[in-house]
C-alpha cells in the first residue's frame, strides 16, 4: 500500500497516528489520521465513503433563530467597527454563535460589500448580516438539498466553491475550510475569486493549540470524520504563500466550553449523550457545573482561560487572509507566471 502523503505540505513520511472517535453524532466509530512530522498539520487517511450521508445530521443546517434587539445592536457596533464600543461589546459575547459575528469586526463592512459564504449551511449568518443591512452576500453549500431563496431574499446555492466564478471582496470559511478533502486547492481559488482589495476569513480548529497538545486524539476539535485536514500554523504559511496570498492577522478563539467538551471524550462520553458537556452547555449554558465535573476543574478551566489568551495557544484561530500583492509586482516585472 502506498503511504499517503500530507494533505497540507505533500510530505511523505512515517507519521505518528492519531486515532480519533465520532464523538459528535455519538457513534464512537475510530478514524486514522496522522500528524506530519515536516509541517506538524494533522489529517484523516480514508475519507468515509458514506460521507455525504453524514452530513444529513450536521447542525449547520440547523433553523436559523433571529437575535435580540439588544444582541443585535452589540452585533452592529462590532460589525461597523465602532472601535471603543465595539470592543466593549464584544467583551460581553461568551457564546459560541456569537464568534463568527465578532470575527467579521476587524474587516469594516459595508452595505455595498460582497460577500460569500462557503458552507453556509441554512444560512444562518448571512440572514442575520442581512437583517443587519448587508445584503448583498451570496452562500453556497453542495449539501444543501437544492438552490434555495429564502423569504428575506438571500439566495443560497447548491454548488461546490469550485463553481464559482463571481469576485467577492469577502469570501468566509467559518469551520468549513478543514471539511475540504484537498485543502490546498480551495486557496488557490480564493486567490481568483478576490477582489485586490478582498479578504478572505478562515476560523477553524488550531493543532498548534494547547487543547490538541493536552488531550490528543481526545481533542473535540478533531471532529472525526469530518475535518479532513487540520493545517498547522506552519502548515497555512506554506500553502497561502504558495497560493499567492498571505496571511495578515491570527486572532484565537477560546471558550470555557471547548475544555469541558474535549474533557468529555477523554472520559468517553460522545457530545449528546445523556451527560455530554455539549448537550448540557447548549441547554443550560456554562455558568453551571456540568454533572462530570466539579468546581475544582470549572476553576481551573477560567484560568487556563485566560493563559491560552495570553499565550495565543487557543482551540480554533482566524486567518485573515489576502493578495499578496508585493510577489505579484514581482513576478510580473521577472515575467514569472505564480504557481497554481
Known amino acids: 500500500m502506498n503511504k499517503l502523503a500530507c494533505r497540507v505540505c505533500n510530505t511523505t513520511a ?3 497516528k492519531v486515532i480519533a472517535k465520532d464523538y459528535f453524532l455519538g457513534t464512537k466509530k475510530e478514524y486514522e489520521y496522522e500528524r506530519c512530522i515536516n509541517c506538524g498539520s494533522l489529517f484523516l487517511l480514508e475519507i468515509p465513503s458514506d460521507l455525504q450521508e453524514l452530513y444529513k445530521n450536521y447542525y449547520s443546517f440547523s433553523s436559523y433563530n433571529p437575535v435580540s434587539f439588544f444582541r443585535r445592536w452589540m452585533y452592529m457596533n462590532i460589525v461597523k467597527s465602532r472601535l471603543v464600543l465595539g470592543k466593549l461589546c464584544a467583551l460581553f459575547l461568551n457564546k459560541q454563535d456569537d464568534l463568527p459575528i465578532k470575527s467579521l469586526g476587524p474587516i469594516n463592512l459595508t452595505p455595498q460589500t460582497r460577500i460569500l459564504d462557503v458552507g453556509c449551511g441554512s444560512g444562518s449568518l448571512l440572514s442575520l448580516l442581512h437583517e443587519m443591512g448587508f445584503k448583498n452576500g451570496l452562500g453556497i453549500d453542495p449539501f444543501l438539498e437544492c438552490d434555495k431563496i429564502l423569504p428575506n431574499g438571500l439566495e443560497l446555492k447548491k454548488a461546490e466553491f469550485f463553481d464559482i466564478e463571481e469576485k467577492f471582496d469577502v469570501i468566509m470559511f467559518h469551520h468549513v475550510f478543514e471539511h475540504f478533502p484537498n485543502i490546498k ?5 480564493v486567490h481568483n475569486l478576490l477582489t485586490d ?3 478572505c476569513i478562515i476560523r477553524m480548529p488550531d493543532v498548534d493549540s494547547f487543547s490538541y497538545m493536552r ?3 481526545n481533542w473535540f476539535s478533531i471532529h472525526a470524520p469530518f475535518h479532513t485536514a487540520l493545517p498547522s500554523r506552519k502548515g497555512m504559511e506554506q500553502m497561502t504563500h504558495d497560493s499567492g496570498l498571505v496571511i495578515e492577522k491570527l486572532v484565537g478563539e477560546q471558550l470555557i466550553d471547548f475544555f469541558f467538551y474535549s474533557m468529555a471524550h477523554e472520559l468517553g462520553v460522545a457530545d449528546y449523550e445523556q451527560h455530554g458537556n455539549r448537550k448540557y452547555f447548549e441547554k443550560y449554558g456554562n455558568k453551571k457545573i456540568p454533572p462530570l465535573h466539579i468546581k475544582n476543574e470549572r476553576r481551573n478551566a477560567k484560568q487556563r482561560l485566560k493563559q491560552v489568551k ?7 484561530s482566524i486567518y485573515y487572509l489576502r493578495k499578496n500583492t508585493t510577489d505579484e509586482i514581482s513576478l510580473k516585472q521577472h515575467k514569472i507566471r505564480p504557481r497554481t
Do not use: A, F, S, T
Request: a neutral charge.
Open 14 to 16: 512515517k507519521n505518528p
Open 185 to 189: 486547492e480551495p486557496l488557490n481559488h
Open 197 to 199: 482589495n478582498g479578504v
Open 215 to 217: 488531550y490528543k486524539e
Open 310 to 316: 495570553r499565550h495565543n495557544l487557543c482551540d480554533w
